[in-house]
Nanobody
């Protein structure tokens, strides 16, 4: 059974940092692309950052470029999202997703999802 478990969310002041983790099991992690998405209240789920199985050619949304860094540790079956210089507009539930093929920006393109972790940035 595919499982993706996010952790690391919380409440932080603007300008602060958080590191999210996505721990995966139930599939060959090395062969899968991993994406981070977020969904704020009343808004659609949007792609934040994606990392391919090859660890080359990562994607960042324009809104997070220069502030967020995605990385993967295949030995631990885990992907991280380091979030620095957080802003109130980063407040959302953050989800990780996995897929063997897509690196697409649309949520429906991704096969499996975690339950999400809440990130709240206060001003």
């Amino acid at each position: 059974e595919v499982q993706l478990v996010e952790s690391g969310g919380g409440l932080v002041q603007a300008g602060g940092s958080l590191r999210l983790s996505c721990a995966a099991s139930g599939f060959t992690f090395d062969d899968y692309n991993i994406g981070w998405f977020r969904q704020a209240p009343g808004k659609e789920r949007e792609a934040v950052s994606c990392i391919p199985s090859s660890d080359r050619g990562t994607y960042y949304a324009d809104s997070v470029k220069g502030r967020f860094t995605i990385s993967r540790d295949n030995a631990k079956n885990t992907v991280y999202l380091q979030m620095n210089s957080l802003k109130p507009e980063d407040t959302a539930v953050y989800y990780c997703a996995s897929d063997p093929r897509t690196m697409g920006r649309m949520p429906q393109e991704w096969r499996s999802w975690g339950q999400g972790t809440q990130v709240t940035v206060s001003s």
